[in-house]
Protein backbone atom coordinates (compact mmCIF):
# COMPACT_ATOMS: atom_id res chain seq x y z
CA UNK A 1 0.00 0.00 0.00
CA UNK A 2 3.04 2.15 0.98
CA UNK A 3 4.65 2.17 -1.98
CA UNK A 4 1.77 2.93 -4.15
CA UNK A 5 1.06 5.66 -2.20
CA UNK A 6 4.79 6.81 -2.54
CA UNK A 7 4.98 6.25 -5.87
CA UNK A 8 1.89 8.56 -6.91
CA UNK A 9 2.69 11.07 -3.86
CA UNK A 10 4.33 13.82 -5.98
CA UNK A 11 1.62 13.52 -8.91
CA UNK A 12 -1.02 13.97 -5.94
CA UNK A 13 0.98 17.10 -4.43
CA UNK A 14 1.21 18.86 -7.77
CA UNK A 15 -2.37 18.49 -8.33
CA UNK A 16 -3.10 19.56 -5.14
CA UNK A 17 -1.32 22.88 -6.18
CA UNK A 18 -3.16 22.97 -9.53
CA UNK A 19 -6.19 22.77 -8.27
CA UNK A 20 -5.74 25.24 -5.58
CA UNK A 21 -6.34 23.18 -2.84
CA UNK A 22 -3.09 23.95 -0.34
CA UNK A 23 -3.64 27.18 1.02
CA UNK A 24 -0.13 28.88 1.40
CA UNK A 25 -1.88 31.89 3.10
CA UNK A 26 -5.29 32.56 4.48
CA UNK A 27 -7.40 34.86 6.01
CA UNK A 28 -8.02 33.65 8.73
CA UNK A 29 -9.62 34.58 12.18
CA UNK A 30 -9.52 31.78 14.52
CA UNK A 31 -5.63 30.57 14.21
CA UNK A 32 -4.45 28.31 16.44
CA UNK A 33 -2.82 29.21 19.85
CA UNK A 34 0.61 29.40 18.45
CA UNK A 35 -0.23 31.96 15.70
CA UNK A 36 1.40 35.04 14.72
CA UNK A 37 0.37 37.90 16.44
CA UNK A 38 -2.28 35.62 17.95
CA UNK A 39 -3.06 34.48 21.62
CA UNK A 40 -1.34 31.46 22.77
CA UNK A 41 2.11 31.10 23.63
CA UNK A 42 3.57 34.35 22.10
CA UNK A 43 3.55 37.26 19.41
CA UNK A 44 6.75 35.26 18.72
CA UNK A 45 6.08 31.94 17.76
CA UNK A 46 8.90 28.75 16.89
CA UNK A 47 9.94 28.74 13.75
CA UNK A 48 10.15 26.14 11.43
CA UNK A 49 12.10 27.10 8.88
CA UNK A 50 14.38 30.16 7.57
CA UNK A 51 14.90 31.11 4.14
CA UNK A 52 17.50 33.43 3.67
CA UNK A 53 17.36 34.48 7.42
CA UNK A 54 13.87 34.88 6.99
CA UNK A 55 11.72 32.97 9.36
CA UNK A 56 8.84 30.50 8.71
CA UNK A 57 6.71 30.21 11.75
CA UNK A 58 5.08 26.81 13.60
CA UNK A 59 1.82 28.05 13.50
CA UNK A 60 1.90 28.83 9.23
CA UNK A 61 3.35 24.65 9.14
CA UNK A 62 0.80 23.71 11.33
CA UNK A 63 -2.08 25.08 9.36
CA UNK A 64 0.02 23.88 5.92
CA UNK A 65 0.24 20.28 7.26
CA UNK A 66 -3.76 20.05 8.68
CA UNK A 67 -4.44 21.17 4.98
CA UNK A 68 -2.66 18.55 3.16
CA UNK A 69 -3.83 16.01 5.80
CA UNK A 70 -7.61 16.96 5.48
CA UNK A 71 -6.67 16.41 1.92
CA UNK A 72 -4.85 13.08 1.84
CA UNK A 73 -8.09 11.77 4.03
CA UNK A 74 -10.65 12.99 1.81
CA UNK A 75 -9.29 11.29 -1.38
CA UNK A 76 -8.34 8.09 0.86
CA UNK A 77 -10.48 7.52 3.16
CA UNK A 78 -10.05 7.92 7.19
CA UNK A 79 -7.20 4.76 6.53
CA UNK A 80 -4.90 7.89 5.52
CA UNK A 81 -4.20 7.90 9.22
CA UNK A 82 -1.51 10.72 11.11
CA UNK A 83 0.49 7.73 11.43
CA UNK A 84 0.64 6.82 7.32
CA UNK A 85 1.08 10.90 7.11
CA UNK A 86 4.60 10.95 8.99
CA UNK A 87 5.57 7.53 6.60
CA UNK A 88 4.89 9.70 3.86
CA UNK A 89 6.52 12.74 5.32
CA UNK A 90 3.46 14.72 5.15
CA UNK A 91 5.51 17.26 6.96
CA UNK A 92 7.74 17.85 5.01
CA UNK A 93 5.47 18.25 1.88
CA UNK A 94 4.03 21.06 4.17
CA UNK A 95 7.03 22.76 4.99
CA UNK A 96 8.33 22.76 1.55
CA UNK A 97 5.05 24.28 0.10
CA UNK A 98 5.74 27.38 2.66
CA UNK A 99 9.47 27.41 1.74
CA UNK A 100 8.89 27.56 -1.97
CA UNK A 101 5.86 30.56 -0.82
CA UNK A 102 8.81 32.84 0.75
CA UNK A 103 11.47 31.63 -1.79
CA UNK A 104 8.76 33.38 -4.26
CA UNK A 105 8.17 37.03 -2.39
CA UNK A 106 11.27 37.28 -2.09
CA UNK A 107 12.18 36.66 -5.86
CA UNK A 108 9.33 39.32 -6.50
CA UNK A 109 11.15 42.03 -4.29
CA UNK A 110 14.53 41.32 -5.79
CA UNK A 111 12.39 41.97 -9.28
CA UNK A 112 11.30 45.14 -8.31
CA UNK A 113 7.18 43.53 -8.41
CA UNK A 114 5.33 46.41 -6.54
CA UNK A 115 1.83 45.72 -4.71
CA UNK A 116 0.40 49.38 -4.31
CA UNK A 117 -1.50 50.91 -0.90
CA UNK A 118 -4.84 51.07 -2.94
CA UNK A 119 -4.09 47.14 -4.15
CA UNK A 120 -3.91 46.07 -0.29
CA UNK A 121 -7.16 48.63 0.20
CA UNK A 122 -9.24 47.25 -2.36
CA UNK A 123 -8.53 43.87 -0.72
CA UNK A 124 -9.31 44.59 2.69
CA UNK A 125 -12.55 46.23 1.84
CA UNK A 126 -13.76 42.86 -0.26
CA UNK A 127 -12.78 40.49 2.42
CA UNK A 128 -16.80 39.29 3.71
CA UNK A 129 -15.06 38.98 7.05
CA UNK A 130 -15.36 42.48 7.76
CA UNK A 131 -18.56 43.39 6.27
CA UNK A 132 -22.38 43.66 7.12
CA UNK A 133 -24.93 44.32 4.73
CA UNK A 134 -22.67 44.02 2.06
CA UNK A 135 -20.75 47.17 3.17
CA UNK A 136 -17.20 47.52 5.35
CA UNK A 137 -17.08 48.09 8.07
CA UNK A 138 -14.41 49.36 9.90
CA UNK A 139 -15.33 48.84 13.49
CA UNK A 140 -15.14 45.02 13.04
CA UNK A 141 -11.91 45.34 10.45
CA UNK A 142 -9.93 47.26 13.98
CA UNK A 143 -11.27 44.57 16.41
CA UNK A 144 -10.94 41.72 14.23
CA UNK A 145 -6.96 42.18 13.25
CA UNK A 146 -6.12 44.09 16.58
CA UNK A 147 -7.33 40.63 18.36
CA UNK A 148 -5.47 38.35 15.57
CA UNK A 149 -2.59 40.32 14.76
CA UNK A 150 -1.83 42.96 16.71
CA UNK A 151 -2.45 46.05 14.58
CA UNK A 152 -3.87 47.05 11.19
CA UNK A 153 0.23 47.28 10.27
CA UNK A 154 0.84 43.83 10.49
CA UNK A 155 -2.51 42.24 8.80
CA UNK A 156 -2.04 44.66 5.91
CA UNK A 157 1.66 43.22 5.56
CA UNK A 158 0.43 39.60 5.48
CA UNK A 159 -2.16 40.93 2.89
CA UNK A 160 0.35 42.45 0.56
CA UNK A 161 2.58 39.49 0.79
CA UNK A 162 -0.19 37.49 -0.06
CA UNK A 163 -1.04 39.67 -3.29
CA UNK A 164 3.14 40.15 -4.08
CA UNK A 165 2.81 36.20 -4.29
CA UNK A 166 -0.43 35.93 -6.37
CA UNK A 167 1.59 38.65 -8.80
CA UNK A 168 4.95 36.81 -9.25
CA UNK A 169 2.91 33.76 -9.78
CA UNK A 170 0.86 35.40 -12.60
CA UNK A 171 3.55 36.24 -14.39
CA UNK A 172 4.80 33.09 -14.84
CA UNK A 173 1.35 31.81 -15.82
CA UNK A 174 1.41 34.81 -18.46
CA UNK A 175 4.53 32.81 -19.85
CA UNK A 176 2.90 29.43 -20.84
CA UNK A 177 1.06 28.99 -24.09
CA UNK A 178 -0.82 25.33 -24.78
CA UNK A 179 -1.14 23.89 -28.76
CA UNK A 180 -4.40 23.59 -29.78
CA UNK A 181 -3.54 19.98 -30.81
CA UNK A 182 -2.60 19.04 -27.27
CA UNK A 183 -5.69 20.23 -25.80
CA UNK A 184 -7.50 17.54 -28.25
CA UNK A 185 -5.35 15.15 -26.73
CA UNK A 186 -6.12 16.31 -23.73
CA UNK A 187 -9.89 16.57 -24.47
CA UNK A 188 -10.16 12.99 -25.37
CA UNK A 189 -8.18 12.06 -22.15
CA UNK A 190 -10.30 13.47 -19.91
CA UNK A 191 -13.90 12.27 -21.73
CA UNK A 192 -12.62 8.66 -22.12
CA UNK A 193 -14.39 8.36 -18.98
CA UNK A 194 -15.26 5.62 -16.21
CA UNK A 195 -16.68 5.52 -12.78
CA UNK A 196 -16.77 2.61 -9.89
CA UNK A 197 -18.86 0.91 -7.56
CA UNK A 198 -16.06 -0.14 -5.05
CA UNK A 199 -15.82 -2.20 -1.61
CA UNK A 200 -13.10 -0.96 0.53
CA UNK A 201 -10.81 -3.26 2.92
CA UNK A 202 -9.27 -1.04 5.20
CA UNK A 203 -5.60 -2.28 6.90
CA UNK A 204 -6.18 -0.41 9.57
CA UNK A 205 -10.00 -2.24 9.99
CA UNK A 206 -8.23 -5.42 9.75
CA UNK A 207 -5.44 -4.85 12.43
CA UNK A 208 -7.59 -4.77 14.90
CA UNK A 209 -8.66 -8.72 14.52
CA UNK A 210 -4.51 -8.93 14.44
CA UNK A 211 -3.06 -10.46 17.44
CA UNK A 212 0.86 -10.46 17.64
CA UNK A 213 2.25 -12.89 20.89
CA UNK A 214 5.34 -11.71 22.25
CA UNK A 215 6.61 -15.35 20.91
CA UNK A 216 5.73 -14.47 17.52
CA UNK A 217 7.34 -10.58 17.61
CA UNK A 218 10.55 -12.00 18.86
CA UNK A 219 10.99 -14.66 16.31
CA UNK A 220 10.09 -11.88 13.91
CA UNK A 221 12.56 -10.04 15.13
CA UNK A 222 14.99 -12.39 15.26
CA UNK A 223 14.39 -13.10 11.76
CA UNK A 224 13.79 -9.62 9.73
CA UNK A 225 16.54 -8.13 11.78
CA UNK A 226 17.58 -5.92 9.13
CA UNK A 227 14.04 -4.70 7.97
CA UNK A 228 13.40 -3.77 11.62
CA UNK A 229 16.86 -1.94 11.93
CA UNK A 230 15.69 0.14 9.02
CA UNK A 231 12.32 0.72 10.37
CA UNK A 232 13.77 2.48 13.63
CA UNK A 233 15.94 4.48 11.48
CA UNK A 234 13.95 5.44 8.72
CA UNK A 235 11.64 6.65 11.85
CA UNK A 236 14.42 8.46 13.98
CA UNK A 237 12.04 11.22 15.47
CA UNK A 238 9.80 8.55 17.34
CA UNK A 239 12.50 6.82 19.11
CA UNK A 240 14.06 10.46 20.27
CA UNK A 241 11.38 12.47 21.77
CA UNK A 242 11.76 15.97 23.82
CA UNK A 243 10.05 16.57 26.91
CA UNK A 244 6.47 18.07 26.58
CA UNK A 245 4.03 19.31 28.61
CA UNK A 246 0.40 19.07 27.91
CA UNK A 247 -0.67 22.72 29.57
CA UNK A 248 -3.54 25.70 30.33
CA UNK A 249 -2.97 28.84 30.42
CA UNK A 250 -4.27 32.27 31.15
CA UNK A 251 -3.14 35.18 29.12
CA UNK A 252 -3.38 39.24 29.65
CA UNK A 253 -2.93 40.09 26.36
CA UNK A 254 -0.48 43.02 26.15
CA UNK A 255 -1.02 44.79 22.73
CA UNK A 256 2.79 45.86 20.82
CA UNK A 257 3.98 49.21 21.67
CA UNK A 258 1.13 49.21 24.74
CA UNK A 259 1.54 51.79 27.70
CA UNK A 260 3.13 51.28 31.04
CA UNK A 261 -0.27 51.49 32.54
CA UNK A 262 -1.70 48.83 29.75
CA UNK A 263 1.37 46.38 31.05
CA UNK A 264 0.76 46.99 34.25
CA UNK A 265 -3.52 46.11 33.95
CA UNK A 266 -1.97 42.88 32.54
CA UNK A 267 0.12 42.14 35.28
CA UNK A 268 -2.70 43.17 37.77
CA UNK A 269 -5.11 40.75 35.97
CA UNK A 270 -2.47 37.33 35.93
CA UNK A 271 -2.02 38.10 39.40
CA UNK A 272 -5.69 38.21 40.18
CA UNK A 273 -5.88 34.51 37.93
CA UNK A 274 -2.80 32.67 40.10
CA UNK A 275 -4.69 34.21 43.25
CA UNK A 276 -7.89 32.92 42.77
CA UNK A 277 -6.19 29.10 41.53
CA UNK A 278 -4.38 29.68 44.89
CA UNK A 279 -7.20 29.78 47.04
CA UNK A 280 -8.49 26.68 45.00
CA UNK A 281 -11.08 27.97 42.10
CA UNK A 282 -10.40 25.35 39.35
CA UNK A 283 -7.82 26.32 36.64
CA UNK A 284 -10.25 25.66 33.46
CA UNK A 285 -12.88 27.85 35.17
CA UNK A 286 -10.41 31.02 35.97
CA UNK A 287 -9.49 30.86 32.10
CA UNK A 288 -12.71 30.56 31.09
CA UNK A 289 -13.53 33.90 33.04
CA UNK A 290 -10.45 35.89 32.75
CA UNK A 291 -8.41 34.59 29.60
CA UNK A 292 -7.84 37.05 26.82
CA UNK A 293 -7.08 33.79 24.48
CA UNK A 294 -10.13 33.11 22.22
CA UNK A 295 -8.84 30.05 20.99
CA UNK A 296 -8.35 28.31 24.14
CA UNK A 297 -10.94 30.05 26.88
CA UNK A 298 -13.63 28.04 26.02
CA UNK A 299 -11.88 25.12 26.75
CA UNK A 300 -10.20 26.29 30.01
CA UNK A 301 -7.20 27.33 27.95
CA UNK A 302 -6.38 24.05 27.04
CA UNK A 303 -3.20 24.54 24.53
CA UNK A 304 -2.33 21.03 23.93
CA UNK A 305 1.22 19.32 24.56
CA UNK A 306 4.04 22.23 24.05
CA UNK A 307 7.64 21.58 23.92
CA UNK A 308 11.37 23.12 23.41
CA UNK A 309 11.28 24.58 20.03
CA UNK A 310 7.48 24.28 19.51
CA UNK A 311 6.18 27.78 21.37
CA UNK A 312 8.13 30.72 22.87
CA UNK A 313 10.70 29.89 24.40
CA UNK A 314 10.45 31.40 27.73
CA UNK A 315 6.52 29.88 27.66
CA UNK A 316 8.39 26.67 27.16
CA UNK A 317 10.96 27.25 29.54
CA UNK A 318 8.26 27.96 32.41
CA UNK A 319 6.11 25.04 31.14
CA UNK A 320 8.77 21.93 30.94
CA UNK A 321 9.75 23.53 34.61
CA UNK A 322 6.55 22.29 36.11
CA UNK A 323 5.18 19.09 37.56
CA UNK A 324 2.07 17.77 36.62
CA UNK A 325 -0.49 19.82 38.69
CA UNK A 326 1.67 22.86 39.13
CA UNK A 327 0.75 26.41 38.45
CA UNK A 328 3.85 28.54 37.00
CA UNK A 329 4.58 31.96 38.59
CA UNK A 330 3.30 34.77 35.82
CA UNK A 331 5.51 34.67 32.46
CA UNK A 332 6.23 37.26 29.98
CA UNK A 333 6.34 36.54 26.43
CA UNK A 334 5.70 38.82 23.08
CA UNK A 335 1.70 38.04 23.63
CA UNK A 336 1.71 39.62 27.15
CA UNK A 337 1.47 37.59 30.72
CA UNK A 338 0.58 34.08 31.21
CA UNK A 339 -0.29 31.68 33.77
CA UNK A 340 0.67 28.22 33.19
CA UNK A 341 -0.84 24.81 34.73
CA UNK A 342 0.36 21.53 33.78
CA UNK A 343 -1.65 19.01 33.63
CA UNK A 344 0.37 16.25 32.20
CA UNK A 345 4.13 15.95 31.74
CA UNK A 346 5.89 13.44 29.27
CA UNK A 347 9.98 13.49 30.34
CA UNK A 348 12.28 13.29 27.26
CA UNK A 349 13.97 9.75 26.35
CA UNK A 350 15.46 8.24 23.74
CA UNK A 351 14.67 4.37 22.83
CA UNK A 352 17.40 2.50 22.16
CA UNK A 353 16.85 0.44 18.81
CA UNK A 354 17.61 -2.60 21.20
CA UNK A 355 14.38 -2.00 23.45
CA UNK A 356 12.36 -0.96 20.76
CA UNK A 357 13.31 -3.58 18.93
CA UNK A 358 10.61 -6.11 20.06
CA UNK A 359 7.60 -3.42 19.77
CA UNK A 360 8.88 -2.67 16.40
CA UNK A 361 8.61 -6.18 15.22
CA UNK A 362 5.31 -6.95 16.91
CA UNK A 363 4.62 -3.46 14.67
CA UNK A 364 5.74 -4.70 11.61
CA UNK A 365 4.10 -8.15 11.74
CA UNK A 366 1.04 -6.83 12.72
CA UNK A 367 0.88 -4.70 10.04
CA UNK A 368 1.85 -7.75 7.28
CA UNK A 369 -0.80 -9.79 9.10
CA UNK A 370 -3.66 -6.78 8.30
CA UNK A 371 -2.70 -6.70 4.73
CA UNK A 372 -3.21 -9.93 4.44
CA UNK A 373 -5.83 -10.51 5.83
CA UNK A 374 -7.78 -7.58 4.37
CA UNK A 375 -6.47 -9.14 0.84
CA UNK A 376 -8.14 -12.65 1.64
CA UNK A 377 -11.06 -10.89 2.89
CA UNK A 378 -11.61 -8.54 -0.61
CA UNK A 379 -10.30 -11.85 -2.73
CA UNK A 380 -13.47 -13.69 -1.26
CA UNK A 381 -15.92 -10.53 -1.74
CA UNK A 382 -14.02 -10.48 -5.61
CA UNK A 383 -15.08 -14.17 -5.78
CA UNK A 384 -18.72 -14.00 -5.29
CA UNK A 385 -18.76 -10.81 -7.48
CA UNK A 386 -17.69 -12.64 -10.14
CA UNK A 387 -20.43 -15.41 -9.54
CA UNK A 388 -22.87 -12.82 -10.39
CA UNK A 389 -23.46 -11.32 -6.65
CA UNK A 390 -24.04 -7.88 -6.86
CA UNK A 391 -21.83 -5.50 -4.38
CA UNK A 392 -24.43 -3.94 -2.97
CA UNK A 393 -26.06 -7.29 -1.92
CA UNK A 394 -23.01 -8.30 -0.66
CA UNK A 395 -22.03 -5.02 1.09
CA UNK A 396 -25.75 -3.18 1.51
CA UNK A 397 -24.78 0.56 2.74
CA UNK A 398 -23.73 2.04 5.84
CA UNK A 399 -26.23 1.51 8.65
CA UNK A 400 -27.92 -1.52 6.84
CA UNK A 401 -25.39 -3.87 6.41
CA UNK A 402 -23.45 -6.63 8.70
CA UNK A 403 -20.45 -7.13 7.27
CA UNK A 404 -17.79 -5.54 9.08
CA UNK A 405 -13.49 -5.99 9.45
CA UNK A 406 -12.05 -5.14 12.91
CA UNK A 407 -15.17 -3.48 13.73
CA UNK A 408 -15.67 -1.26 11.17
CA UNK A 409 -18.80 -1.95 8.48
CA UNK A 410 -17.60 -2.29 5.32
CA UNK A 411 -20.03 -0.83 2.15
CA UNK A 412 -20.10 -0.53 -1.10
CA UNK A 413 -19.43 3.18 -2.22
CA UNK A 414 -19.28 5.17 -5.50
CA UNK A 415 -16.39 7.10 -7.11
CA UNK A 416 -18.55 9.20 -9.40
CA UNK A 417 -16.78 9.53 -13.23
CA UNK A 418 -13.14 10.15 -13.37
CA UNK A 419 -11.12 10.54 -16.96
CA UNK A 420 -8.13 8.86 -17.92
CA UNK A 421 -6.30 11.35 -17.11
CA UNK A 422 -6.56 11.41 -13.32
CA UNK A 423 -3.93 10.49 -10.85
CA UNK A 424 -6.44 9.84 -8.02
CA UNK A 425 -9.57 7.67 -8.68
CA UNK A 426 -12.13 9.79 -6.81
CA UNK A 427 -13.18 8.63 -2.88
CA UNK A 428 -10.27 5.68 -3.33
CA UNK A 429 -7.14 7.75 -3.63
CA UNK A 430 -3.94 7.07 -6.10
CA UNK A 431 -4.60 4.10 -7.95
CA UNK A 432 -3.06 4.05 -10.82
CA UNK A 433 -3.94 0.22 -12.29
CA UNK A 434 -7.45 0.48 -10.63
CA UNK A 435 -7.92 3.49 -12.99
CA UNK A 436 -6.66 1.81 -16.15
CA UNK A 437 -8.65 -1.42 -15.35
CA UNK A 438 -11.69 0.36 -14.98
CA UNK A 439 -10.88 2.48 -18.68
CA UNK A 440 -10.17 -0.83 -19.85
CA UNK A 441 -13.54 -2.79 -19.11
CA UNK A 442 -17.03 -2.35 -20.09
CA UNK A 443 -19.92 -0.80 -17.98
CA UNK A 444 -21.09 -3.49 -15.69
CA UNK A 445 -17.94 -5.69 -16.01
CA UNK A 446 -16.42 -6.71 -12.41
CA UNK A 447 -12.76 -5.86 -12.32
CA UNK A 448 -10.33 -8.92 -12.35
CA UNK A 449 -8.36 -8.70 -9.06
CA UNK A 450 -7.99 -6.97 -6.10
CA UNK A 451 -6.56 -3.64 -6.68
CA UNK A 452 -3.92 -2.23 -4.00
CA UNK A 453 -4.83 1.69 -2.72
CA UNK A 454 -3.28 3.83 0.03
CA UNK A 455 -5.99 2.68 2.76
CA UNK A 456 -6.58 -1.02 1.72
CA UNK A 457 -7.46 -3.61 -0.60
CA UNK A 458 -10.25 -2.83 -3.03
CA UNK A 459 -12.71 -4.53 -5.49
CA UNK A 460 -14.95 -2.65 -8.24
CA UNK A 461 -17.70 -3.25 -10.62
CA UNK A 462 -17.12 -0.40 -13.88
CA UNK A 463 -20.96 1.18 -13.12
CA UNK A 464 -20.09 3.82 -15.99
CA UNK A 465 -18.15 3.61 -19.30
CA UNK A 466 -18.05 6.53 -21.30
CA UNK A 467 -16.08 7.68 -24.84
CA UNK A 468 -14.95 10.99 -26.18
CA UNK A 469 -18.58 12.63 -28.23
CA UNK A 470 -16.72 14.83 -30.57
CA UNK A 471 -19.54 17.17 -30.82
CA UNK A 472 -18.91 18.43 -27.18
CA UNK A 473 -15.01 19.00 -27.82
CA UNK A 474 -16.01 23.08 -28.55
CA UNK A 475 -18.14 23.21 -25.53
CA UNK A 476 -15.34 22.28 -23.59
CA UNK A 477 -12.19 23.38 -24.68
CA UNK A 478 -11.52 26.29 -23.11
CA UNK A 479 -12.06 24.73 -19.50
CA UNK A 480 -10.04 21.61 -20.76
CA UNK A 481 -7.37 24.66 -22.12
CA UNK A 482 -7.48 26.24 -18.63
CA UNK A 483 -6.50 22.68 -16.65
CA UNK A 484 -3.75 22.39 -18.98
CA UNK A 485 -2.26 26.15 -18.84
CA UNK A 486 -2.49 25.62 -15.02
CA UNK A 487 -0.43 22.10 -15.48
CA UNK A 488 2.20 23.96 -17.48
CA UNK A 489 2.38 26.99 -15.22
CA UNK A 490 2.63 24.35 -12.32
CA UNK A 491 5.88 22.73 -14.29
CA UNK A 492 7.25 25.87 -15.04
CA UNK A 493 6.75 27.24 -11.29
CA UNK A 494 8.47 24.09 -10.20
CA UNK A 495 11.67 24.58 -12.05
CA UNK A 496 11.84 28.31 -11.35
CA UNK A 497 11.64 27.41 -7.53
CA UNK A 498 14.03 24.51 -7.91
CA UNK A 499 16.52 27.31 -9.49
CA UNK A 500 15.61 29.36 -6.72
CA UNK A 501 16.57 26.92 -4.17
CA UNK A 502 19.79 26.22 -5.68
CA UNK A 503 21.26 29.90 -4.94
CA UNK A 504 19.41 29.93 -1.22
CA UNK A 505 20.33 29.23 2.48
CA UNK A 506 17.34 27.03 4.28
CA UNK A 507 17.49 26.11 7.59
CA UNK A 508 14.58 23.66 8.93
CA UNK A 509 13.50 23.37 12.55
CA UNK A 510 14.09 19.71 13.14
CA UNK A 511 12.30 19.53 16.16
CA UNK A 512 8.93 20.48 14.53
CA UNK A 513 8.95 18.28 11.65
CA UNK A 514 9.51 15.09 14.36
CA UNK A 515 6.28 16.56 16.19
CA UNK A 516 4.28 15.38 13.20
CA UNK A 517 5.20 11.72 13.81
CA UNK A 518 3.23 9.75 15.64
CA UNK A 519 4.38 8.39 19.67
CA UNK A 520 6.90 5.40 19.71
CA UNK A 521 5.91 2.57 21.29
CA UNK A 522 6.65 2.10 24.98
CA UNK A 523 9.55 -0.35 25.49
Known amino acids: MLDIVRANKKGIFSWLIVLGIVVVFAINF ?19 ARVNGKSISAADFERQYENLLRFYQQQAGE ?10 GLGRQALGVLEDRELALQEARRRGVVVTDREVSEAVHQMP ?26 FEAAVRDDLLYQKILGALVETVKVPATEVRAQWAASADRASLQFVRFPVAAAQAEVKVPDAEAKAFADKEGARVEAFYKENADRYDQRAKAHVRHVLARVAPGASADEEAAARKKIDEAAARV ?25 LGFVSEGLADAAFAKAALALKAGEVSEPVRTPAGWHLIRADEVVPARKV ?23 REKAQAALDAARKGKALDELFPPAGKGKVTLGGTALAAEETGPFGAGS ?18 AKAGEVLPKVFDTPSGPVIAVV ?23 GMKAEQVRRAWLEELRGKAKIEENVALLGAAQPAAPQP
Open 352 to 374: TLEAARLDIARELLARDRAQALA
Open 278 to 302: KKGEDFAKVAAALSDDPNTKDRGGD
Open 423 to 440: PVVPRVGAAPELAQAALS
Open 463 to 485: KLRESPDPARFEAERAGIEARLQ
Open 129 to 154: AFQENGQFRYETYLEAVRANYGSPGN
Open 30 to 48: GPGSLSKGGAGCGGAPAYA
Open 79 to 88: GFTRELAAQL
